[in-house]
């Protein structure tokens, strides 16, 4: 569960805030990627209604709980019209304005 975290956080920043692509590449590129699940993510989804199959980052010692998630994820993101990695700033930002 860690080490997912981290990747994903590592690839996002990568993609999403960096040279390294061009425009139209990025959106693309952000369809992708994975939302970092940590506790505080696990806890909006929960509050949401979007129930997982683990209840702490170091629960998640199987690739079908993380991509389950991600797969739940996306589909609400699909629904809202947004990349599914957007979720994870948009609740970042929610947090840091309490």
């Not at 920043?13 to 590449?25: D, H, Q, T």
């Not at 019209?81 to 609740?91: A, C, H, L, S, T």
């Amino acid at each position: 569960g860690h080490a997912t975290k981290v990747r994903s956080l590592f690839i996002r920043e990568a993609v999403l805030n960096s040279r390294y692509f061009k425009e139209a590449e990025t959106k693309e590129i952000q369809g992708w990627l994975f939302v970092p699940l940590d506790s505080v993510v696990m806890e909006k989804l929960a509050e949401s209604g979007m129930t997982l199959d683990f209840k702490r980052i170091k629960d998640i010692d199987k690739a079908s709980k993380f991509y389950g998630a991600q797969e739940e994820i996306g589909k609400a993101a699909s629904e809202a019209g947004v990349p599914r990695i957007w979720f994870d700033d948009k609740w970042a930002t929610q947090d840091s304005a309490s």
